[in-house]
């Protein structure tokens, strides 16, 4: 038995209210959605470039 790739993502995707509900959503509303999620992954991977720079400053710290 095989797992799919979606029920892999659903738990995950859940713990942070996703997927959202699309159905009554205009195009409008749409269009605005996929651009807070845009601005949200901007955020996202400016958090992990940080937080990787920190991590390779504590890694060179503690190899000297």
């Known amino acids: ?12 995707a859940a713990m942070f209210g996703l997927p959202r509900s699309l159905d009554g959503m205009s195009i409008e509303n ?24 920190v991590r390779a400053g504590a890694e060179a710290l503690f190899k000297n």
């Open 1 to 12: 038995m095989t797992v799919e790739e979606d029920d892999l993502q659903k738990p995950l």
């Open 30 to 53: 749409l269009v605005d959605y996929r651009a807070a999620l845009q601005q949200e992954l901007v955020r996202v991977d400016a958090a992990m470039e940080h937080r990787n720079g």
